[in-house]
C-alpha cells in the first residue's frame, strides 16, 4: 500500500533540514534623504551551499548534470558542479522584496542580463544593487526604479544586468 503519510512526514523532514539562504551581510548605503535617490547601493553576500543547488534543482525540476551530477558536472566545460544561472540571478529579488525598495516593490523588467562566469558551492557572492535612475509616476502607474546590478565572486565578474521595479 502507497503510504503517503510516510512520504508526507519523509519530505517535511527533509524540508525541515534544509536551511534557508542565509546572507553574510546586508549593507545599504543612501546617498541622501529622500525615499529613493540615485546613487543609493545595497550590498549583499551570500555563499552558495550544495544543499541549496540542489533544492533549487527540484524546484524548478532541472536535473541537469552540471548542477546535480557530480560526474557530468566533471565532463562539462565547467569540470565541477555549478550554481544554476537563474538561481544565482533570483539572489537580486532577496534585496529588492526585503531591502530596497522593499515590501510591495514588483519586479517589471529584466535587461542586460549577462552571466560572465560560472559560480560553484561553497563560493562567496558579492551582489551589488544600485538605483540609476527613477521614473515618476503617472496616471494609473506606479512611480518605477531602475537598478545595475553587479555580482562577484573575488575580482571576478559574474553576473551583470539591470531590473526594474515599482516603488511602492
Known sequence: ??????????????????????????????????????????LLRHMFTSAEVAAFAVLVQDPNGPHTNVIAAKRSVFGRIVVEGMYTLSLVTAILGSQYPGEGCVLVGLDEVKWRAPVHPGEEVLIKLELVETKPATEGRAAKGIFSFIYTVGETKVLTGRVTTTLP
Open 1 to 42: 500500500m502507497f503510504d503517503l503519510l510516510g512520504m508526507q512526514e519523509r519530505f517535511e523532514n527533509y524540508m525541515a533540514s534544509l536551511r534557508m539562504p542565509t546572507f553574510t551581510s546586508i549593507l545599504m548605503v543612501r546617498s541622501g534623504e529622500e525615499t529613493y535617490n540615485v546613487g543609493d547601493t545595497c
